[in-house]
Protein backbone atom coordinates (compact mmCIF):
# COMPACT_ATOMS: atom_id res chain seq x y z
CA UNK A 1 0.00 0.00 0.00
CA UNK A 2 3.10 2.27 1.04
CA UNK A 3 4.11 1.91 -2.87
CA UNK A 4 1.36 2.45 -4.33
CA UNK A 5 0.59 5.59 -2.62
CA UNK A 6 4.09 6.84 -3.92
CA UNK A 7 3.32 5.72 -7.74
CA UNK A 8 0.10 8.28 -6.70
CA UNK A 9 1.98 10.83 -4.97
CA UNK A 10 4.26 10.41 -8.41
CA UNK A 11 1.43 11.23 -10.68
CA UNK A 12 -0.30 13.71 -9.00
CA UNK A 13 3.15 15.99 -8.68
CA UNK A 14 3.66 15.27 -12.43
CA UNK A 15 0.52 16.59 -13.57
CA UNK A 16 0.11 19.18 -11.26
CA UNK A 17 3.97 20.49 -12.74
CA UNK A 18 2.61 20.56 -16.39
CA UNK A 19 -0.23 22.48 -15.15
CA UNK A 20 1.69 24.78 -13.58
CA UNK A 21 4.52 24.94 -15.73
CA UNK A 22 1.51 25.43 -18.73
CA UNK A 23 0.32 28.41 -16.43
CA UNK A 24 3.43 30.12 -16.32
CA UNK A 25 4.35 29.93 -19.88
CA UNK A 26 0.87 30.43 -21.37
CA UNK A 27 -1.57 31.61 -19.40
CA UNK A 28 -4.93 30.62 -19.36
CA UNK A 29 -4.22 28.96 -22.91
CA UNK A 30 -1.36 27.04 -21.68
CA UNK A 31 -3.58 26.23 -18.53
CA UNK A 32 -5.18 23.91 -20.79
CA UNK A 33 -2.20 22.80 -22.97
CA UNK A 34 -0.57 21.64 -19.55
CA UNK A 35 -4.41 19.90 -18.78
CA UNK A 36 -3.93 18.48 -22.42
CA UNK A 37 -0.19 16.76 -22.13
CA UNK A 38 -1.16 16.02 -18.40
CA UNK A 39 -4.39 13.94 -19.59
CA UNK A 40 -2.68 12.57 -22.70
CA UNK A 41 -0.15 11.36 -20.57
CA UNK A 42 -1.74 9.51 -17.35
CA UNK A 43 -3.59 7.61 -20.61
CA UNK A 44 -0.16 6.37 -22.08
CA UNK A 45 0.78 5.15 -18.92
CA UNK A 46 -2.10 3.16 -17.74
CA UNK A 47 -3.42 2.10 -21.12
CA UNK A 48 -0.99 2.26 -23.86
CA UNK A 49 2.49 1.91 -22.66
CA UNK A 50 1.54 -2.12 -22.20
CA UNK A 51 0.47 -2.22 -25.69
CA UNK A 52 3.84 -0.88 -26.54
CA UNK A 53 5.74 -3.38 -24.42
CA UNK A 54 3.84 -5.91 -25.95
CA UNK A 55 4.13 -5.08 -29.51
CA UNK A 56 8.33 -4.75 -29.04
CA UNK A 57 8.15 -8.28 -28.05
CA UNK A 58 5.69 -9.59 -30.44
CA UNK A 59 3.57 -11.46 -28.13
CA UNK A 60 0.44 -12.60 -29.49
CA UNK A 61 -2.05 -14.05 -27.22
CA UNK A 62 -2.20 -17.98 -25.44
CA UNK A 63 -5.97 -19.04 -27.32
CA UNK A 64 -7.50 -22.21 -28.75
CA UNK A 65 -4.36 -25.43 -28.11
CA UNK A 66 -2.37 -25.41 -25.10
CA UNK A 67 0.04 -28.30 -24.95
CA UNK A 68 2.03 -27.09 -22.05
CA UNK A 69 -1.13 -26.83 -19.66
CA UNK A 70 -0.19 -22.91 -19.03
CA UNK A 71 -3.99 -22.01 -18.85
CA UNK A 72 -5.10 -24.67 -16.34
CA UNK A 73 -1.98 -24.00 -14.06
CA UNK A 74 -2.58 -20.57 -14.20
CA UNK A 75 -6.65 -21.30 -12.99
CA UNK A 76 -5.15 -23.02 -10.53
CA UNK A 77 -2.92 -21.10 -8.74
CA UNK A 78 -5.68 -17.83 -9.58
CA UNK A 79 -8.06 -19.83 -7.94
CA UNK A 80 -5.90 -19.87 -4.44
CA UNK A 81 -4.93 -16.06 -4.53
CA UNK A 82 -8.45 -15.29 -5.51
CA UNK A 83 -7.96 -12.73 -8.31
CA UNK A 84 -9.09 -12.50 -11.68
CA UNK A 85 -7.26 -15.04 -14.08
CA UNK A 86 -4.43 -12.77 -16.16
CA UNK A 87 -4.50 -13.28 -20.42
CA UNK A 88 -1.54 -15.29 -21.60
CA UNK A 89 0.93 -14.30 -24.15
CA UNK A 90 3.54 -15.95 -26.01
CA UNK A 91 6.97 -14.38 -27.55
CA UNK A 92 9.21 -15.85 -29.93
CA UNK A 93 12.43 -15.97 -27.95
CA UNK A 94 14.91 -18.69 -27.13
CA UNK A 95 16.01 -17.22 -24.03
CA UNK A 96 13.48 -19.00 -21.20
CA UNK A 97 12.01 -15.68 -19.54
CA UNK A 98 8.85 -14.59 -18.15
CA UNK A 99 7.10 -11.05 -17.03
CA UNK A 100 3.48 -9.57 -16.10
CA UNK A 101 2.20 -6.25 -17.29
CA UNK A 102 -0.85 -4.37 -16.10
CA UNK A 103 -2.14 -1.70 -13.94
CA UNK A 104 -5.17 -3.68 -12.16
CA UNK A 105 -5.82 -7.25 -11.37
CA UNK A 106 -8.07 -7.49 -14.00
CA UNK A 107 -5.95 -6.34 -16.76
CA UNK A 108 -2.86 -7.93 -15.79
CA UNK A 109 -0.79 -10.15 -18.56
CA UNK A 110 1.38 -12.83 -18.10
CA UNK A 111 4.60 -13.10 -21.11
CA UNK A 112 6.36 -16.23 -21.24
CA UNK A 113 9.00 -16.87 -24.05
CA UNK A 114 9.05 -19.83 -26.39
CA UNK A 115 12.45 -20.65 -24.59
CA UNK A 116 10.31 -21.03 -21.32
CA UNK A 117 8.17 -23.39 -22.44
CA UNK A 118 10.72 -25.14 -24.21
CA UNK A 119 13.95 -25.57 -21.94
CA UNK A 120 11.76 -25.64 -18.69
CA UNK A 121 9.72 -28.66 -17.12
CA UNK A 122 6.04 -28.59 -15.67
CA UNK A 123 7.30 -27.65 -12.01
CA UNK A 124 9.33 -24.60 -12.94
CA UNK A 125 6.73 -23.48 -14.74
CA UNK A 126 4.28 -23.92 -12.35
CA UNK A 127 6.66 -21.78 -9.78
CA UNK A 128 7.49 -19.06 -12.31
CA UNK A 129 3.86 -18.53 -12.83
CA UNK A 130 3.17 -18.71 -9.03
CA UNK A 131 5.64 -15.48 -8.97
CA UNK A 132 4.14 -13.73 -11.23
CA UNK A 133 0.57 -13.94 -10.29
CA UNK A 134 1.91 -12.63 -6.85
CA UNK A 135 3.36 -10.01 -8.25
CA UNK A 136 0.02 -9.11 -9.99
CA UNK A 137 -1.83 -9.72 -6.69
CA UNK A 138 0.24 -7.42 -4.70
CA UNK A 139 0.00 -4.94 -7.99
CA UNK A 140 3.88 -4.61 -8.36
CA UNK A 141 3.02 -4.06 -11.96
CA UNK A 142 1.41 -0.92 -11.35
CA UNK A 143 4.15 0.49 -9.07
CA UNK A 144 7.10 -0.78 -11.47
CA UNK A 145 5.34 -0.18 -14.66
CA UNK A 146 4.60 3.80 -14.03
CA UNK A 147 8.26 4.83 -13.24
CA UNK A 148 9.18 2.58 -16.08
CA UNK A 149 6.84 3.74 -18.97
CA UNK A 150 7.51 7.65 -18.03
CA UNK A 151 11.40 6.78 -17.96
CA UNK A 152 10.95 5.24 -21.21
CA UNK A 153 9.21 8.28 -22.72
CA UNK A 154 12.17 10.51 -21.52
CA UNK A 155 14.51 8.08 -23.23
CA UNK A 156 12.40 8.43 -26.34
CA UNK A 157 12.92 12.26 -26.02
CA UNK A 158 16.13 11.91 -25.52
CA UNK A 159 16.93 9.93 -28.53
CA UNK A 160 15.08 12.67 -30.86
CA UNK A 161 16.81 15.15 -29.30
CA UNK A 162 20.17 13.57 -30.01
CA UNK A 163 18.76 12.74 -33.93
CA UNK A 164 17.96 16.16 -34.28
CA UNK A 165 21.55 17.86 -33.36
CA UNK A 166 23.16 15.25 -35.04
CA UNK A 167 24.77 13.53 -32.47
CA UNK A 168 23.18 10.48 -32.68
CA UNK A 169 24.59 9.54 -36.37
CA UNK A 170 27.80 10.18 -35.21
CA UNK A 171 27.69 7.95 -32.36
CA UNK A 172 27.19 9.91 -29.79
CA UNK A 173 23.92 10.37 -27.30
CA UNK A 174 24.75 13.19 -25.26
CA UNK A 175 20.92 13.74 -24.52
CA UNK A 176 20.82 9.58 -23.40
CA UNK A 177 23.90 9.83 -21.44
CA UNK A 178 21.94 12.83 -19.47
CA UNK A 179 18.67 11.37 -19.31
CA UNK A 180 19.77 8.07 -18.46
CA UNK A 181 20.71 8.56 -14.44
CA UNK A 182 17.42 10.67 -14.09
CA UNK A 183 15.42 7.90 -15.54
CA UNK A 184 17.49 5.58 -13.01
CA UNK A 185 16.15 7.39 -9.54
CA UNK A 186 12.77 7.68 -11.52
CA UNK A 187 12.40 3.96 -11.71
CA UNK A 188 14.50 3.61 -8.24
CA UNK A 189 11.82 5.83 -6.31
CA UNK A 190 8.83 3.34 -7.81
CA UNK A 191 10.24 0.10 -7.86
CA UNK A 192 11.37 -1.30 -4.27
CA UNK A 193 13.71 -4.27 -4.28
CA UNK A 194 12.24 -5.40 -1.45
CA UNK A 195 8.78 -6.28 -3.80
CA UNK A 196 11.15 -9.08 -5.17
CA UNK A 197 12.08 -10.96 -1.99
CA UNK A 198 8.69 -10.82 -0.45
CA UNK A 199 7.55 -12.46 -3.95
CA UNK A 200 10.02 -15.23 -3.58
CA UNK A 201 8.89 -16.40 -0.42
CA UNK A 202 5.34 -15.66 -0.77
CA UNK A 203 6.02 -18.19 -3.78
CA UNK A 204 8.07 -20.51 -1.83
CA UNK A 205 5.46 -20.87 1.04
CA UNK A 206 2.56 -21.66 -1.73
CA UNK A 207 3.95 -24.28 -3.39
CA UNK A 208 5.98 -25.45 -0.35
CA UNK A 209 9.08 -25.47 -1.70
CA UNK A 210 12.08 -22.95 -1.12
CA UNK A 211 14.79 -25.26 -2.92
CA UNK A 212 12.48 -25.33 -6.34
CA UNK A 213 12.04 -21.36 -6.28
CA UNK A 214 15.74 -20.79 -5.50
CA UNK A 215 16.60 -22.85 -8.63
CA UNK A 216 14.35 -21.35 -10.96
CA UNK A 217 15.58 -18.21 -9.94
CA UNK A 218 19.34 -19.70 -10.72
CA UNK A 219 18.52 -21.25 -13.85
CA UNK A 220 16.61 -18.22 -15.18
CA UNK A 221 19.28 -16.03 -14.50
CA UNK A 222 22.06 -17.50 -16.16
CA UNK A 223 20.06 -18.16 -18.91
CA UNK A 224 19.75 -14.51 -19.30
CA UNK A 225 23.18 -13.94 -18.81
CA UNK A 226 24.53 -16.41 -21.41
CA UNK A 227 21.18 -15.36 -23.69
CA UNK A 228 20.40 -11.82 -23.15
CA UNK A 229 17.08 -10.87 -24.65
CA UNK A 230 17.03 -7.02 -25.90
CA UNK A 231 14.15 -5.65 -23.62
CA UNK A 232 13.47 -1.81 -23.08
CA UNK A 233 14.91 -0.90 -20.16
CA UNK A 234 11.71 0.78 -18.20
CA UNK A 235 10.27 -2.82 -18.97
CA UNK A 236 12.75 -4.39 -16.61
CA UNK A 237 11.22 -4.31 -13.50
CA UNK A 238 8.59 -6.53 -14.92
CA UNK A 239 10.53 -9.51 -15.26
CA UNK A 240 10.95 -12.13 -13.14
CA UNK A 241 14.93 -11.58 -13.03
CA UNK A 242 16.73 -8.97 -14.54
CA UNK A 243 16.99 -9.19 -18.32
CA UNK A 244 19.17 -6.05 -19.07
CA UNK A 245 22.89 -6.27 -18.43
CA UNK A 246 25.02 -5.12 -16.38
CA UNK A 247 27.11 -2.77 -19.10
CA UNK A 248 26.80 0.25 -20.67
CA UNK A 249 23.43 2.31 -20.05
CA UNK A 250 21.55 -0.25 -18.94
CA UNK A 251 23.52 -0.61 -15.59
CA UNK A 252 20.89 2.37 -14.37
CA UNK A 253 17.84 0.68 -15.08
CA UNK A 254 19.26 -2.83 -12.46
CA UNK A 255 15.96 -2.91 -10.63
CA UNK A 256 16.37 -6.34 -9.13
CA UNK A 257 18.17 -7.73 -6.06
CA UNK A 258 21.05 -9.56 -7.01
CA UNK A 259 20.32 -13.14 -7.08
CA UNK A 260 22.97 -13.95 -5.03
CA UNK A 261 20.93 -12.56 -2.29
CA UNK A 262 17.48 -13.47 -3.35
CA UNK A 263 18.75 -17.23 -3.14
CA UNK A 264 19.93 -16.63 0.08
CA UNK A 265 16.80 -14.83 1.08
CA UNK A 266 14.95 -18.41 0.08
CA UNK A 267 17.33 -21.03 1.61
CA UNK A 268 20.14 -19.69 3.36
CA UNK A 269 23.37 -19.91 1.23
CA UNK A 270 24.51 -19.51 -2.47
CA UNK A 271 25.29 -21.59 -4.97
CA UNK A 272 22.95 -23.60 -4.86
Known amino acids: MRQNFRVWTFLIILSATMLILGQIIGGRQGLLVGFIFALSLNFYLFFAGDRRVLKFF ?3 ELKGQDPWGIQNL ?4 V ?16 TPTAFSIGRTWGGSKIVVSQGLLDKFNLDEIQSILTLQLIHIQNIHSLTSGIGGQFAELLILGAQALDSVVGLFKTGNAFFQNL ?4 CALLMRLDVNPRSYLDTDQSAARMIGDKDRIAEVLWKLSSYATTMPIQAPPGSAP ?5 PLTHKGLSRYFLSHPPIEKRIRNLIGNYPL
Not at 74 to 77: D, E, L
Not at 238 to 242: P, Y
Open 238 to 242: FFVVN
Open 79 to 94: GRLRIHAPQIYLIPHA
Open 179 to 182: IFPV
Open 74 to 77: TSQI
Open 58 to 60: KAE
